[in-house]
């Protein structure tokens, strides 16, 4: 199984940005797929995910800000990040919780 995420960058707060996570080895359209980030001297904290069927789940700090969506013919999700604070600085993280997988990480920084 193989996650690859894509999409991080440096934006300014308020800016936006689009991460994905191109998933193989797996039925993809079978798990729940979820996004968790790390910020230096913290533990790793769920953000969001989507089951099989559609249902989202989001922390607190980033509902009406993030949108977790997935393209099953595409083994891919993403994760919208908009109207983006320095607090959402971290190395974001694709993960199947199911099997216990995770992405390399793809690090997302947000500028005051």
């Known amino acids: 199984i193989q996650l690859v995420e894509s999409g991080g960058g440096l934006v300014q707060a308020g800016g936006s940005l689009r991460l994905s996570c191109a998933a193989s080895?797996?039925?993809?359209?079978?798990?729940?797929m979820a996004w968790f980030r790390q910020s230096p001297g913290k533990e790793r904290a769920f953000v969001a995910s989507?089951?099989?069927?559609?249902?989202?789940t989001y922390t607190d700090s980033v509902k009406g800000r993030f949108t977790i969506s997935r393209d099953n013919p595409r083994n891919t999700h993403f994760l919208q990040m908009n109207d983006l604070k320095p607090e959402d600085t971290a190395m974001y993280y694709c993960?199947?919780?199911?099997?216990?997988?995770w992405g390399q990480g793809t690090q997302v920084s947000v500028s005051s």
């Open positions: 993960s199947v919780p199911g099997l216990n997988t």
């Open positions: 080895g797996l039925q993809f359209r079978s798990y729940t």
């Open positions: 989507i089951s099989r069927g559609g249902t989202t």
